[in-house]
Nanobody, 115 residues
Framework: QVQLVESGGGLVQPGGSLRLSCAAS????????MNWYRQAPGKERELVAL???????NYADSVKGRFTISRDNAKNTVYLQMNSLKPEDTAVYYC?????????WGQGTQVTVSS
């Protein structure tokens, strides 16, 4: 079955960096677009970044120039490098894949940006 396991969240000061990882299994990883979403308290879940199987990436305007999504198809893992973090980046971050059969989510990892 499809599994997505996020890691790398934590508490960081404004201006700091974190790298999130999402280990995927149960599907042919290289064939699918992988997405990172986030959900802040009291807000709707929003798409942060996505990357195609070939490595083409797109970003939400709010994170352009600060976040970088990447993937390692040999390791079935997608990453989100987050730099210049702001308090408004505080959220639970989720890895997501839509395989055409279903829509799968990881358990989420908390990112808190605070001094």
């Amino acid at each position: 079955q499809v599994q997505l396991v996020e890691s790398g969240g934590g508490l960081v000061q404004p201006g700091g960096s974190l790298r999130l990882s999402c280990a995927a299994s149960g599907f042919i990883f290289r064939r699918y677009v992988m997405n990172w979403y986030r959900q802040a308290p009291g807000k709707e879940r929003e798409l942060v970044a996505l990357i195609s199987g070939a490595g083409s990436a797109n970003y939400a305007d709010s994170v352009k120039g600060r976040f970088t999504i990447s993937r390692d198809n040999a390791k079935n893992t997608v990453y989100l490098q987050m730099n210049s973090l702001k308090p408004e980046d505080t959220a639970v971050y989720y890895c997501n894949v839509m395989t055409g059969v279903d829509d799968y989510w990881g358990q989420g990892t908390q990112v808190t940006v605070s001094s």
